[in-house]
Nanobody
């Protein structure tokens, strides 16, 4: 079992930056591929970014590529999402997720992840 707790969300102006954190507890953090997903009001959950178990490989949705950076610190059991050049359309609840059996083909598939955090709200004002 893995418990995930996101933090770092808030209200920011368009063009600003935020860094989200996801603290993990429970089983070995480095055994899990990790991802960030988001869900805006009235919309389906969508993939944002993911990273491999070691952090050496990263994957991004086209909508955030070049603006967001996912990283992890396995020594601290923490996942990060650095968000820059934020846009109003980035407004959503952001969730971190952990998956034991994630491959490069399933990195963006939320249903393949085993554990989820409770989410943190990001609001970008235009």
């Amino acid at each position: 079992q893995v418990q995930l707790v996101e933090s770092g969300g808030g209200l920011v102006q368009a063009g600003g930056s935020l860094r989200l954190s996801c603290a993990a507890s429970g089983r070995t953090f480095s055994s899990y591929a990790m991802g960030w997903f988001r869900q805006a009001p009235g919309k389906e959950r969508e993939f944002v970014a993911a990273t491999s178990r070691s952090g050496s490989s990263t994957y991004y949705a086209d909508s955030v590529k070049g603006r967001f950076t996912i990283s992890r610190d396995n020594a601290k059991n923490t996942l990060y999402l650095q968000m820059s050049s934020l846009k109003a359309e980035d407004t959503a609840v952001y969730y971190c997720a952990a998956g034991l059996s994630i491959t490069t083909r399933t990195m963006s598939t939320g249903d393949r992840f085993d554990y989820w955090g409770q989410g943190t709200q990001v609001t970008v004002s235009s």
